[in-house]
Nanobody, 117 residues
Framework: QVQLVESGGGLVQAGGSLRLSCAAS????????TGWFRQAPGKEREFVAA????????YYARSVKGRFTISRDNAKSTVYLQMNSLKPEDTAVYYC??????????WGQGTQVTVSS
């Protein structure tokens, strides 16, 4: 049974930082691309960042580039999202997901990030 469990969300003031973690189990983590998505109230879920099988290539949404950093530890089957210089518009539920062959197959339950102004 595949499980993705996010943690690290919370309430932070604008300009602050948070580090999200997503621990995977039940799969060969190193064979999956991993990504972070977010969904704000009343909005569609949007892509935030993704990282390839090793730490060689990472991709970011324009809105977070330069502020967020995605990384992974395949030995721990965990992906991270370091979020710096947070803005109120970053407020959302953040989800991690894993993909194979271009399709995100498994999703976590989400963790709430709230940035106050």
């Amino acid at each position: 049974q595949v499980q993705l469990v996010e943690s690290g969300g919370g309430l932070v003031q604008a300009g602050g930082s948070l580090r999200l973690s997503c621990a995977a189990s039940g799969l060969t983590f190193s064979t999956y691309v991993t990504g972070w998505f977010r969904q704000a109230p009343g909005k569609e879920r949007e892509f935030v960042a993704a990282i390839m099988y090793s730490n060689s290539s990472a991709y970011y949404a324009r809105s977070v580039k330069g502020r967020f950093t995605i990384s992974r530890d395949n030995a721990k089957s965990t992906v991270y999202l370091q979020m710096n210089s947070l803005k109120p518009e970053d407020t959302a539920v953040y989800y991690c997901a894993v993909a194979q062959r271009g399709s995100y197959k498994y999703w976590g339950q989400g963790t709430q990030v709230t940035v106050s102004s």
